[in-house]
């Protein structure tokens, strides 16, 4: 790349062949998929999704799950797709600049929920990394329940999730090609090639059928509850990553004119499956030992009680399913928490022109101090749960999709650039679905949440 003074220019990753301020660009489409994927597949798909599916309905809860991605998940996520690509800006910019100055908080109602995740997601994270380094040099715990106990708030806590925001803020810090894509590239392949290992072996283990019976048995009367389809449209979203501006963001450092359309349905699809075949892999694994007591309820807790007892019984081999399935938590919870962070990174760059490396160190930093608090207190970090996963993502799509239905011009011509003719066809749909189904289905959805959440508080305070 040469620039008009006939000098090569400094930052070749940078794509300044379009209008407007430079600004780096993935070096692939298939980079960019890798990290849109590594966002969607963490803890949510691995550890959230097999138990709600469990004990929301099992088949049945499946079925209303894929039905939510299609017309409510999906669609949102082209949403963001649209904003971020047409806008080539980070959230509060682009929401300024393609909506006016009144829509500009929406962008800064994504920042702080990117705040508030990482802060504690990078607990759990931590979580995990501590069980990793115990299981390759001691073992699993002979007392797993206890082990938790000790691991899971306090300064252990605290260091483990030090240690994670700072590695998630020196590969946000290695930029968009060499940092996220880097990683993504890497990572997300080693990542499914575990899990799909783990759920292969899984299938040979006595009890295998009654896993999966666990994990799938349909029942039909829960899903008219109307809590499970919030909880199912709010796990969707988690899931996603959607109503925060990740995708968003993340989009906006695509530079050729590709079809989307597509890669919004490989991400969401990979999202999904993933998710899914996390269940093939632990129910078998908790059904041969007959867990299935320990993980009745859905806490925090109880995956990292029942899947360390499982593997500590099953000797050697165990040990290493084991190790390996935490390396796969590990790398889904790193690639997730790397573009938690750079919404919050590119945001700070973009509005206080400050450099990449200042801007993740201080925003970094940041979540590192707030991250203490949910280190020291579980309570802590299920009210963080409730408040940023539950009810600011889902307010924050429910705008999202008034914003695109209705206020965005061209939305509909960023999608159809580059596109398939299929989908083309399709986007009117899109638009309606926008406009009428999504924003009551998640004025519901934000109401359940937010009484979920009164009622978690409440039981807090006592
Ligand atoms: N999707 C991730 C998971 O399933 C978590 C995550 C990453 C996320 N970035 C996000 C959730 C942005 C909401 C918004 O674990």
Redesign the pocket.
């Known amino acids: 790349m040469i620039s008009h003074k006939g000098q090569p220019l400094l930052q070749p990753e940078t794509d300044s062949g379009e209008p407007g301020p430079p600004r780096e660009v993935w070096g692939s489409k298939l980079g960019f998929v890798l990290a849109a994927v590594g966002?969607?597949?963490?803890?949510?798909?691995m550890w959230r999704f097999p138990y709600i599916a469990a004990d929301s309905g099992g088949a049945a809860f499946v079925v209303l799950y894929i039905l939510l991605l299609l017309f409510i998940g999906l669609p949102v996520l082209l949403a963001e797709l649209a904003i971020g690509r047409s806008t080539r800006l980070s959230p509060i910019g682009a929401l300024r600049a393609s909506g006016g100055k009144r829509w500009a908080p929406l962008g800064m109602l994504f920042v702080a929920t990117g705040f508030l995740?990482l802060a504690y997601y990078s607990v759990i994270a931590g979580w995990t990394v501590r069980y990793a380094i115990d299981a390759l040099v001691t073992g699993f715990p002979a007392d797993p329940g206890a082990r938790f106990g000790e691991i899971a708030s306090g300064g252990g806590a605290v260091f483990f999730h030090l240690l994670f925001v700072g590695i998630t803020a020196l590969i946000v810090m290695g930029g968009v090609k060499k940092g996220i894509e880097r990683a993504a590239v890497i990572l997300m392949p080693t990542l499914i090639l575990i899990l799909l290992g783990i759920a292969i072996w899984a299938a040979t283990l006595d009890g295998c059928r009654e896993g999966y019976a666990f994990y799938l048995r349909p029942s039909v009367d829960d899903l008219l509850n109307p809590s499970i389809l919030a909880r199912a449209a709010g796990q969707a979203f988690?899931?996603l990553?959607?109503?925060?501006g990740?995708m968003l963001t993340y989009a906006s450092y695509l530079s050729r004119r590709e079809d989307i359309n597509g890669e919004a349905c490989v991400i969401a699809g990979a999202d999904f499956g993933i998710a899914f075949v996390a269940g093939l892999a632990i129910f078998p694994i908790i059904a041969a030992l007959s867990l299935f007591g320990d993980v009745g309820e859905s806490t925090i807790g109880a995956l990292f009680i029942a899947l360390p007892t499982a593997f500590e019984a099953m000797g050697g081999v165990g040990r290493a399913v084991g190790i390996l399935f935490l390396v796969a938590l590990v790398v889904g919870a790193l690639t997730?928490a790397i573009?938690?962070l750079e919404v919050v990174t590119s945001s700070v760059m973009d509005e206080l022109k400050a450099s990449r490396r200042k801007a993740a160190l201080l925003t970094g930093g940041a979540i590192a101090l707030i991250g203490i608090l949910p280190a020291l207190s579980l309570g802590a970090l299920d009210i963080m749960d409730h408040l940023a996963g539950d009810v600011f993502?889902v307010f924050g799509a429910l705008l999202l999709a008034l914003f695109v239905g209705w206020r965005m011009k061209g939305a509909t011509d960023e999608l159809s650039v580059g596109s398939r003719p299929i989908f083309v066809r399709l986007l009117p749909l899109w638009r309606f679905l926008l406009r009428f189904v999504i924003p009551p289905v998640l004025l519901i959805v934000f109401f359940t949440s937010v009484m979920a959440a009164l009622k978690a508080l409440g039981i807090m305070a006592d």
């Open positions: 966002s969607a597949v963490g803890l949510g798909n995740i988690f899931s990553s959607l109503g925060m990740a997730s573009s938690l993502l």
